[in-house]
């Protein structure tokens, strides 16, 4: 079972938005979309059913901050999509695509890739105004187990890795480990509830919470050096209730603590905050 995982719509926020939220709530919803493959296996002949192809598509709305360490919110829509064979998949939650290559019931490992927002576009003019932070589309693997436990439950023990790509935007690098329970709460309810951790690379807190000596003026916040650090710690919960084999409605909430460098750099700690929520619902169809 993986996790999914999220503005003025028409503007430059409202991709900002979008993008912001799309890699805030990474490890939010994708364990969700794995119980709506799963009820249709089931409602299909069962686990041990012949292989076959499984989709789900979905759309929903949250509200998130506009940059990574904002205190600003937008509204930002949130697509879904999702295909399985068998025991392998690809899934894309907003700009995240994740995958499993790998047909074992338990083990997963994939190809990973993610487009994250810069400060393009976002409310605060002050931020906006740092020069060369642009959108990164970033590149990696995600893999994990599975872990079974009692009464359908399971663990879902995963590890990330994304470098970014191109040199329009950051070049450095998040690695991202994470755990999800999962258990059924009735026939027609499920929860989840994970927590996970984020580290980054140098490159990436200078692209993203440093700020030079003429941007400290330009921006009037103050100069501050971001070095490779732990950059925050999240919990999240989800639920989804089904109201059909086919139907179910999912809610998410996330929230982050930014830490070390992430904490004291004037983006988040003048301009923003270091205390980051995520809430979003959407609806979704499997076959």
Not at 60 to 84: C, F, N, Q, T
Not at 96 to 102: D, E, G, K, Q, R
Not at 173 to 188: D, K, Q
Request: hydrophobic share 40%; charged share 20%.
């Amino acid at each position: 079972m993986e996790k999914v995982g999220g503005a003025r719509y028409g503007s430059c926020a409202s991709l900002a938005a979008l993008l912001a939220g799309a890699a805030f709530s990474l490890s939010l919803a994708s364990t969700a979309i794995a119980q709506d493959a799963e009820r249709v296996q089931e409602a299909q002949g069962g686990r041990d059913a012949p292989p076959g192809w499984r989709f789900t598509i979905g759309a929903g709305v949250g509200v998130a901050p506009d940059y990574e360490g904002s205190d600003d919110y937008e509204m930002v829509p949130i697509p879904v999509l999702r295909a399985d064979w068998d025991n392998r998949f690809v899934e894309l939650f907003g700009f995240h695509l994740t995958s499993n290559v790998i047909n074992h019931p338990n083990w997963r490992l994939g190809p990973s890739f993610n487009y994250r927002g810069g400060y393009t576009g976002i409310e605060d003019d002050n931020v906006r105004n740092l020069q060369n932070r642009g959108d990164t589309f970033e590149g990696g693997l995600k893999g994990g187990y599975v872990l079974p436990l009692f009464e359908e439950s399971s663990l879902d023990m995963s590890i990330e890795w994304l470098h970014g790509l191109g040199s329009s935007g950051h070049e450095g690098w998040v690695l991202n480990p994470s755990l999800t329970f999962a258990s059924p709460i009735t026939n027609r309810l499920n929860f989840t509830f994970g927590a996970d951790f984020e580290y980054a690379s140098g490159n990436y807190m200078s692209h993203f919470f440093s700020v030079n000596s003429a941007e400290a003026v330009r921006s009037s916040t103050f100069e501050f050096d971001a070095d490779a650090n732990a950059k925050n710690i999240g919990f999240n919960g989800s639920i989804t209730y089904e109201f059909t084999e086919r139907w179910g409605v999912t809610g998410l909430a996330e929230y982050k603590r930014m830490l070390s460098n992430a904490h004291d750099s004037p983006v988040v700690d003048q301009r923003g905050s270091s205390d980051q929520a995520f809430v979003g619902v959407f609806v979704s169809y499997s076959w």
